[in-house]
């Protein structure tokens, strides 16, 4: 990844359809349109390749995160369970409807760990959410059970994670609910992007409607639809989803090329013993976006990840010192630094996380490497890149 390596004729096809009708709504002006649908034939798609009864496109990831949580009715003073390695989308979803998000530890899958999650549930807990980071997945059987036992929702978010499997069936069709990024860095790519996909049609119609203000989408003059229900524009462009129409039908060659990259990378680190590769649950299949893996110390995992930038290799990262995914970098979350005051449910029940002990975590991530497996290498340069790897990783051991 990221898909836009690989743009060309496809995607400008799509595109070119979209800019002869001059149509880049998603949803009427049936006249003008030419009979082209990009947002209903991305879903229409997406429900085929994901095996899931329904999929609504979406404005981004993040959107697709608050829609999907919303679609089941979670709102103020819900909690909902989210790991400390992710994306800040994670908890900005929660929060954008006033729930609560809890954050829990990981485990050497580098996702949610299980007994964390079944040790965070409160009589307030309605949604579990793993997320599917650096395209492996977690322990999808072990948290549909605990999810189960305490009657709350799976929802995974696979933004990362488009196209791996787990016991055959495709990431993000497990759960109640799935979600997944088309940003510009993500496997599959339209500029802006994202998609719901559920087996649950109340919760689909919920989904379309609350991500096209509340609009029910009952026949084809607009001006005269209802609002049963209040909802925001969360809607994808006739233009975002034209490139993902093109982008989701090569998932296979991308997966493919990833899947030949990662592991010629990984066959060459296999000879390092102190190398431990990250945990992939058993019957699960990786998207092959990124190789991760552990190094015995915190110290000597700075040093590799140093020498790796010495020795050339671009793309790995040490997420534990970053800003983004994880959570000791979140001092906006930690401080509550809101620009406007927070709903009164989050100020009362968000936990004092400038606290939290999640020393399960940090043992982890403080020894994590994770290498993104581009799709434009060629296999010379691959192996290239393994013969450095494995080079900068002994000189720090
Ligand atoms: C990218 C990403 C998102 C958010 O997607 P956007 O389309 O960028 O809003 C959410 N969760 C994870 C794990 C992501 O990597």
Redesign the pocket.
């Known amino acids: 990844m990221p898909g836009f390596e690989l743009f060309g004729d496809k995607e400008r096809k799509e595109v070119q359809d979209v800019m002869d009708s001059g149509v880049l709504m998603r949803y009427g002006f049936d006249a003008m349109r030419n009979g082209h649908w990009k947002a209903k034939e991305l879903e229409t798609a997406l429900e085929e390749r994901m095996q899931s009864k329904y999929a609504h496109a979406i404005s ?6 608050t829609v999907a949580l919303a679609s089941a009715g979670i709102g103020a003073g819900d909690e909902v369970i989210m790991p400390t390695f ?2 800040v ?2 908890f900005e ?1 929660i929060l954008a409807l006033g729930a609560v998000p809890v954050l829990v530890d990981i485990d050497d899958t580098l996702t949610l760990k299980p007994e964390a999650v079944e040790k965070a549930i409160t009589s307030k807990t309605k949604v579990v959410m793993p ?3 650096c395209g492996s997945m977690a322990n999808l059987d072990a948290l549909k059970a605990i999810c189960d036992n305490h009657d709350l929702l799976l929802l995974e ?1 696979a ?2 994670a488009i196209g791996g499997t787990y016991d055959g069936k495709p990431l993000g069709s497990i759960g109640d609910l799935g ?1 997944f ?3 510009y ?2 496997t599959i790519t339209c500029g ?3 998609a719901v996909i559920t087996k649950n049609e109340s919760y689909y119609q919920n989904a379309h409607k609350y991500s096209d203000h509340g609009h029910d989408h009952i026949g084809n003059n607009r001006g005269a639809e209802d609002h049963p229900f209040l909802g925001y524009n969360f809607r994808i462009s006739e233009m975002n989803a034209a490139v993902g129409v093109a982008q989701l039908s090569r998932l296979d060659e991308f997966i493919a090329i990833q899947k030949r990259n990662y592991t010629i990378l990984r066959e060459a680190l296999s000879s390092i013993p102190e190398l431990v590769f990250r945990t992939v649950p058993d019957g699960g299949e990786e998207n092959y976006s990124f190789l991760n893996f552990f190094l015995p110390s915190e110290d000597i995992a700075q040093k590799a990840h140093q020498a790796l930038t010495d020795h050339g290799v671009d793309g790995c990262f040490y997420w534990y010192n970053n800003n983004w995914h994880y959570y000791k970098k979140w001092e906006h979350l930690t401080e509550m630094k809101s620009l406007g005051n927070l709903p009164k449910d989050v100020k009362e029940s968000l936990p004092d996380y400038s606290k939290a002990d999640f020393s399960e975590s940090d043992k982890w991530m403080s020894r994590n490497i994770s290498c993104l497996i581009k799709l434009g290498w060629s296999e010379e340069e691959v192996t290239v890149r393994a013969d450095k790897m494995v080079e900068a990783i002994k000189a720090s051991l």
């Open positions: 981004s990831g993040t959107a697709a995160l992710t994306f989308a994670s979803s997320v599917h980071m978010d933004c990362q979600c990024s088309f940003d860095v993500k802006e992007g994202g």
